[in-house]
């Protein structure tokens, strides 16, 4: 079973920025396969990769549940799926993108998810590494049956409220019973004085990994749109990031191959 990093944090902190750093860094670092997980279309980790993202799973799905897409004659609709879903990958030579998109609508919620849960572990177990990239939300993290994350990277911006809702995030994946075995705090977008931030982790009882600058390269990068992997890797951002998880993440021992 691969180290499953899982990127979490209240909208707009960075979540989809950092896990593209770390696919990044994963794949120029490390040996072993990576599976990048993006949860959300609209959170376009495919774009901040400088990738074309394939069709969504729940895409593929709906498409069956609602026969505009037809299982071909002497195939069962397990293999099929399983057929599309591969089809859907974006492979590139570094790592596998997969887009999970989101079930619309109550009645095929269930079903749905389930399908998804069942994807997606069997999906995992042919890489070493899964990096999710979450919604602003938790139900990416909900939808999984094997509860364990390796990482749990909580991003937050640079205010104390935002450190306060990280917290509410690690305690919402207490709530869902995953089993965590490390969750640490990323600060990012960081221009003013960190004491008031640091003392709040402290007194929340989140450990803090790093805090991250704010690059006005990025937003020129967006602006072009092009990749954030643009960004130089002596960039500050860059460094500290692969420096933290470096020393602070047991990431480089899971290694399976
Ligand atoms: N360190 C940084 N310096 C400058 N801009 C940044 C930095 N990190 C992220 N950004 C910018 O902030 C915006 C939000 O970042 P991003 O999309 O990664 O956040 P997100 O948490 O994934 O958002 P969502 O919740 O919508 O999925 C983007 O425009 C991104 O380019
Ligand atoms: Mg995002």
Redesign the pocket.
């Known amino acids: 079973m691969g180290y499953v990093i899982a990127v979490a ?10 896990s593209a750093f770390i696919i990044d860094w994963l794949a120029k670092e490390l040996k072993g396969t990576i599976l990048a997980s993006d949860a ?1 279309p ?3 980790l495919a774009d ?1 990769l400088g990738l074309k993202e394939g069709e969504t799973i729940v895409g593929i799905l709906e498409g069956i549940a609602n026969s505009t897409d037809t299982v071909p004659a002497g195939m069962t609709k397990e293999r099929y799926i399983d057929l599309k879903v591969q089809e859907s990958l974006v492979e590139t030579p570094r790592f596998d993108l997969l887009v999970m998109g989101r079930p619309e609508g109550p009645g095929c919620y269930c079903y749905a998810n389930n399908v998804l849960r069942g994807i997606i572990e069997k999906l995992e177990k042919n890489y070493d590494y899964i990096v999710m ?1 979450n ?2 939300g938790m139900e990416h993290l909900s939808r999984r049956t094997r509860r364990k994350i390796d990482l749990l990277l909580l ?1 937050s911006d640079a205010t104390v409220v935002g450190i306060r809702s990280a917290k509410r995030i690690l305690d919402l994946a207490n709530e869902l019973e995953i089993e965590i075995t490390k969750s640490t705090l990323l600060v ?2 960081s221009i003013l004085d960190v004491a008031p931030i640091k003392n709040e982790a402290k007194k929340l009882g989140l450990d803090l990994l790093e805090i ?5 390269r ?2 020129e990068l ?1 602006i072009e749109n092009k990749s ?1 992997l643009g960004l130089t890797q002596d960039a500050e ?1 860059r460094t500290l990031l692969a420096e933290a998880l470096k020393k602070r993440c047991p990431v480089a021992k899971k290694i399976v191959h």
């Open positions: 944090g209240k909208g707009g902190t960075g979540k989809t920025t950092i959300d609209n959170s376009n901040a990239d919604e602003a991003v990012n977008r991250l600058p704010e690059d006005p990025i937003n967006k954030v951002l």
